[in-house]
């Protein structure tokens, strides 16, 4: 069985340009997460789908970012226009409803904004 | 409030145990997880608690006392490859994770 896929694995780009991140989940898992290391703190919740709809958003730094799961399969997460705060890991996660051992990462894509 | 909290760093010898404590303070609680985190890599899965007590899976134990917010991950005979972070995430009411900063283990010779 396919992991939680993310990519790109890396990107570098200016300030003020835009980025989509994407994340496809395991087959079959309904929710799906964004969360977000900055450097030196904790990985940080920042929304939750439940197939195409989204659950929690609460974790949206602001509106900047955009993150959408057309048809409740992969995701996409935008930022635009990058800003150099949100450099940083994004990681993705699925996982079916009751089962927290099903609850699985991606390795996440590592945004640097210069 | 919901606040996390694990030492930052350990450093243990090869072959030696070693115990990682966390406390939790969250509003809604499902359960605790405990992942390993190595340098550039997804979070992987290594515990769940949900029940007071003591679960062990080979050489890795986990503990949860619900009533004091307070969880522990046992290493056993550590093994060079364990050198990684460990992060502590309690499972909130809606599904979501919630993170402390991770103790990052150094296993030395």
């Known amino acids: 069985e396919a992991g939680v896929t993310q990519f790109p694995s890396h990107s570098v780009i200016e300030k003020g340009q835009t980025v989509t991140l994407r994340c496809d989940p395991i087959s079959g898992h309904d929710n799906l997460y964004w969360y977000r290391r900055v450097m030196g703190k904790e990985i940080k919740f920042l929304l939750h789908?439940?197939?195409?709809?989204?659950?929690?958003e609460s974790g949206m730094p602001n509106n900047r970012f955009l993150a959408e799961r057309t048809g409740g399969t992969y995701s996409t997460l935008k930022v635009q226009p990058a800003e150099l705060e949100d450099s940083g890991v994004y990681f993705c996660a699925s996982s079916q409803d009751s089962d927290p051992y099903g609850y699985t990462f991606g390795s996440g894509t590592r945004l640097t904004v210069v | 409030g919901q606040n996390i909290d694990q030492p930052t760093e350990m450093t243990a010898t090869e072959g030696a145990i070693v115990q990682i404590n966390c406390t939790y303070q969250t509003s809604g609680f499902n359960g605790l997880f405990w992942y390993q985190q190595h340098a550039g890599e997804a979070p992987t899965f290594l515990s769940y608690?949900?029940?007071?007590g003591l679960e062990e899976k080979g050489r890795f134990s986990s503990f949860l006392s619900r009533s004091k917010g307070y969880s522990y991950l046992l290493l056993k005979e550590l093994q060079m490859k364990d050198s990684a972070s460990y992060l502590c995430?309690?499972?909130?009411?809606?599904?979501?994770?919630?993170f402390g900063t991770g103790t990052l283990l150094a296993v030395q010779p």
């Open positions: 995430a309690p499972w909130g009411a809606t599904n979501k994770l919630i």
């Open positions: 608690n949900v029940l007071d």
């Open positions: 789908f439940v197939k195409e709809s989204k659950q929690d």
